[in-house]
């Protein structure tokens, strides 16, 4: 069996083209692949659409970075640290489409991407002003003559999917070990995968982890190793989200950011930057 | 039930009023960046709903255990879950679901007389004036639960309580009727001037009780509608000595539910200092409340 471990900017650059439809993981401040995006930044990718579950500074910086044409996520903020100011921008400017989403919308496009099938129906949304702003979404009644009104939910078919995990092995088992939200969906789903992991284990080791591996190896493109890389997010239970990063993130121009944190950074430089030791042991659960 | 409490802020009384909807036998969802709530039903478990279940979508978990309300570290409470799912399961069995998920509250940036709100934008969609981090959920589960859904705001004022929401986000009563999807819709508005509820016959919002110290005048002026106004008008039940205890001293100490409230250099600051006490701790695990 060929190993998928390669670089972080191996990996970037093979898989992910301009123009793509990206998959992140993660939710909000939590085991987002923050690394990845500071590569697609670092390779000036253009022109992508991103889709996550629940996003916040993952989008904003794609979207700050330059890199996105257009989201599609329920939901893109900074929680108690407040909105997501380029991603705000990007919108109001008109700069980026959206394409509006609920939960419901996300997790079910993706189950029909496992399925085959154009669409699935779902009895929400009926009643709200989402018909108005997508119009690849429609109501219909229930072919089967039960009366019932219901949403038409189209599929989403990911290019590619990024997500950060705790474990996996050179082959692609990935192992998550807190909540896995929509990442198995869209690992599973996606036309190529790419886990960035914590750690790098022997497959035998996946074996005995209580939940074993929620990515398989099969649908896995590449394997890239980053301790911390999901930096200023979370990676339960190794470490909490950094707080204080976030905050500097949020009061520090754009353009200065770049330079500072995402440019000709390796990752050791770049943790150095965020704090070194210091913050580590900060955000160390 | 103890003294009602003389000493108490306006969180407090937004918290409270929230945690006494919870019944012992509800699904409580805590959403992403509510502090509020979280508090609210925590306080509700340690106190009349012991049975109660949390249901995290921080962390697509189901957990039985109270813990203190924590900012950076609510994964620890997340993880310690009888079950995991992810989004998809959760999302998916737990929206037309009446046990699997029971009770959530949403806080609408824009509301209007028949519960419908709005949490997308200010302005046109297209060419927003201000853009909103999004709905997340609400547009699924808002007209599914068959308990009705739970809307709070600390913001009772015009710009919150408008004639027409610029985008219906959540579903209220469309048109004064409940919606075709069989949920009860909206029970009630809890805000930082009254509780409202919604009228049985034509289901436009009406005034359940004003909180002491607040007059009809000001309810009505800060509302961008006409308000249906009971005859005999009844006073907010503040929160009791017991409530106020708990909520201080065990359930949020740190008084992280207050970011929700305040705004500014207020905020900011209470925020660093949430940060600072929380990275000082030696113990990374909340305190259990049992």
Redesign the interface.
């Known amino acids: 069996m060929d190993s998928k471990l390669m670089s972080l900017e191996e990996a970037i650059s093979s898989y992910v083209q301009n123009g793509d439809l990206i998959g992140i993981g993660g939710l909000s401040f939590w085991r987002k692949p923050i690394c990845a995006c500071r590569e697609i930044i670092r390779q000036e990718k253009k022109d992508l659409s991103i889709c996550t579950f629940v996003g916040g500074i993952d989008v904003d910086m794609l979207v700050g970075g330059g890199c996105v044409s257009e989201i599609r996520a329920s939901f893109v903020g900074m929680e108690v640290f407040g909105m997501a100011p380029h991603y705000r921008k990007g919108v109001e400017s008109g700069e980026i489409r959206i394409s509006e989403e609920s939960e419901a919308s996300i997790a079910l496009g993706l189950k029909c991407s496992y399925l085959k099938v154009p669409f699935m129906p779902l009895k929400g949304i009926i009643g709200t002003d989402f018909p108005k702003v997508r119009d690849d979404i429609k109501q219909f009644e229930d072919p089967l003559g039960s009366g019932t009104q219901l949403m038409a939910m189209p599929k989403i078919d990911l290019d590619v999917a990024i997500v950060h995990v705790n474990d996996a092995d050179e082959f692609g088992n990935g192992n998550i070990e807190g909540a896995v939200w929509l990442d198995d969906d869209m690992a599973k789903t996606a036309k190529k995968t790419i886990i960035i992991s914590e750690k790098l284990v022997e497959t035998e080791d996946i074996i005995r982890l209580p939940r074993r591996a929620q990515i398989p190896m099969q649908t896995t493109a590449a394997v890239v190793k980053v301790p911390f890389g999901a930096h200023p997010t979370s990676c339960f239970p190794n470490y909490t989200f950094d707080p204080i990063h976030i905050q500097t993130y949020l009061k520090t121009d754009f353009e200065e950011y770049k330079r500072k944190y995402i440019l000709n950074k390796t990752h050791s430089q770049y943790l150095e930057e965020v704090g070194g030791v210091q913050t580590i042991l900060n955000v160390l659960l | 039930m103890s003294e009602y409490s003389k000493d108490y802020t306006m969180d407090e009384m937004l918290t409270v009023l929230m945690a006494r909807e919870v019944r012992n036998d509800d699904v409580m969802i805590v959403g992403?960046?509510t502090?509020c709530v979280w508090a609210a039903f925590t306080l509700a478990k340690v106190t009349h709903a012991p049975d109660a279940i949390f249901h995290y979508?921080?962390?697509?978990?189901y957990v039985f255990e109270p813990r203190q309300v924590s900012?950076?570290?609510l994964?620890?409470n997340?993880?310690r879950a009888y079950k995991?799912?992810?989004?998809?399961e959760c999302?998916?069995e737990s929206?037309?679901s009446d046990t699997l998920t029971t009770i959530e509250w949403f806080r609408p940036a824009q509301i209007d007389m028949y519960g419908n709100t709005n949490n997308?934008c200010i302005g046109e969609?297209?060419?927003?004036?201000?853009?909103?981090?999004?709905?997340?959920?609400?547009?699924?589960?808002s007209?599914?639960y068959s308990r009705g859904s739970f809307l709070y705001t600390p913001r009772h004022d015009r710009k919150t309580f408008v004639p027409k929401v610029d985008?219906?986000?959540?579903?209220g009563f469309?048109d004064g009727k409940p919606?075709?999807?069989g949920g009860s819709g909206p029970q009630c508005v809890i805000t930082n001037l009254a509780y409202l509820t919604f009228d049985n016959e034509t289901k436009r919002m009406k005034i359940g009780t004003i909180h002491p110290g607040i007059d009809l005048e000001t309810v009505k002026k800060s509302t961008g509608f006409e308000l249906i106004i009971p005859k005999d008008l009844k006073e907010t039940k503040p929160p009791t000595e017991k409530e106020i205890k708990l909520l201080r001293g065990k359930v949020d100490p740190l008084e992280?539910r207050k970011?929700e409230v305040l705004g500014g250099k207020e905020r900011e600051e209470l925020?660093n200092q949430v940060?600072e006490k929380e990275?000082a701790m030696e113990k990374?695990f909340p305190n259990l409340l049992l």
């Open positions: 992403v960046a502090p979508i921080m962390g697509n978990t900012l950076l570290y994964e620890m997340t993880a995991f799912q992810n989004s998809g999302t998916l929206l037309p997308i969609w297209k060419n927003p004036k201000i853009r909103f981090p999004g709905c997340a959920g609400i547009a699924d589960f007209m599914f985008f219906i986000s959540g579903v469309p919606s075709i999807c992280i970011l925020l940060i990275l990374r």
